[in-house]
C-alpha cells in the first residue's frame, strides 16, 4: 500500500475537510449567537486534524469506514480545540494567536475563553454518546470503554493533571522524568486515545489492544517532544502561534533539559522504539504508521 509523503499529505487534507464538514453540521444550534460563533472559530477551518486523522488511520487496518467515524472524530476535535481555548488564557501560557489568528479569548473575550472552551468539552462528549446511528454501528459496551478511556485521558490523571503540573513546573529545575511524566499527562494519553479507541471499535484482540496502546503514550510523547522543538526551530508565521513561548515562560520541555540536539535525538529514538513495537503485529498499520512519522516530521 502507498503511504508516501505526497499520499499522506492528501489524506490528511482530506480527513480535516470531512471533520469541518460534518462539524458544519453538526456543531450545536440554539442558545447564544455569540457562542456558537466561538464554538465554530475554535474547531472549524484551522488545525491539522491530526487527532481524528489518528483515528482514521487506525480504523483503515480494520476496514472501518471513516463515514462511520465521524461523530467520534469530530468529538476528539471539539474536545482538542477545548483544551488549546483554555491552554491560551491569560491565567495558562497566554497566548493570543492559535491557528494563524487571534487565540479564542482575544476574538471574543476571555469569559468567553473560558466558556466556549467547556462547551467545546461537553458537546464534545454528547456528539458520539447522543448519535443513535454510532451508538447503533458500534453498541453500548464498546462505547461505555472508549468513553471511560477517553475520560481517563482527560481528567486528573490526564489532560487536566498535565497541564497543572505544566504551570506548576514553570520556572523550576526539572528532570527527564519529570518532563516525561508531564508530557504522557497532558498531551500524550490523548493522542493514544484517537489509536486505541479506534482499534477497541475495530475489534482488535488483546495482543492488538496492548501494543498500540503503548504506540500511542509513545508517538503521544514524540508528539509534544516535536511540538516543543518546533517552538525554538521554526517563526510564528509558520507555526500558526507564537514561536519562543516556552523559553520566554521557563516551561518544562526536554529542550530545557537535555538542549536542542539531545531532545531532537531522544524523540527520533523514541519514534523508533514505537514503530518498532508496531511491527510486533501481524496486522499492518501502513496509514497509521504514515501519519505517525509525519507527526515527528512536520514544520509547524
Ligand atoms: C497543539 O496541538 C497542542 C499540543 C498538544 C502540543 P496540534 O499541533 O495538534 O494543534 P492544531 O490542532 O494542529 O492547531
Ligand atoms: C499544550 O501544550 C498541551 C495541551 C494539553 C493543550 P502547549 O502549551 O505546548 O501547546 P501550544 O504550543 O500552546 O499549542
Ligand atoms: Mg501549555
Ligand atoms: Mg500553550
Ligand atoms: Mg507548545
Known sequence: MGCDKVNIEDFLRDCA?????????????????????????GVIGGGK????????????????????????????????????????????????????K???????????????????LIEGLSLFLTDAQFLHTFGAAKIIEITQLLLAALGVQGMVGGQVWDLEYEKKRVTEEEVRKIYLAKTARF???????????????????????????????????????????????????????????????????KGLQRAQEFMWEEFDQAVTLLSELERPFPRLLAVARLIVERSH
Do not use: W
Open 102 to 120: 487571534p487565540s479564542m479569548h482575544r476574538a471574543f473575550g476571555e469569559a468567553m475563553g473560558v466558556l466556549a472552551g467547556d462547551a467545546l
Open 49 to 100: 486534524k491530526l487527532r481524528a486523522s489518528l483515528l482514521f488511520a487506525t480504523c483503515e487496518a480494520y476496514n472501518l469506514a471513516q463515514e462511520k467515524l465521524l461523530p467520534l472524530a469530530g468529538a476528539i476535535e471539539m474536545i482538542h480545540s477545548f483544551s488549546l481555548a483554555h491552554d491560551d488564557l491569560p491565567c495558562m501560557d497566554n497566548d493570543d494567536f492559535r491557528r494563524g
Open 17 to 41: 475537510q470531512r471533520v469541518d464538514q460534518f462539524l458544519e453540521k453538526r456543531l450545536p444550534v440554539g442558545g447564544p449567537v455569540r457562542l456558537q460563533e466561538a464554538l465554530r472559530y
Open 191 to 257: 493522542i493514544q486515545f484517537p489509536i486505541l479507541s479506534g482499534a477497541i471499535l475495530g475489534g482488535a484482540d488483546q495482543k492488538e489492544r496492548e501494543i498500540l496502546g503503548k504506540f500511542g503514550l509513545q508517538l503521544g510523547v514524540c508528539f509534544q517532544a516535536k511540538d516543543d522543538i518546533l517552538d525554538v526551530t521554526e517563526e510564528s508565521s509558520t507555526l500558526g502561534k507564537t514561536a519562543g513561548k516556552d523559553l520566554e515562560q521557563d516551561k518544562a520541555t526536554l529542550i530545557k533539559v
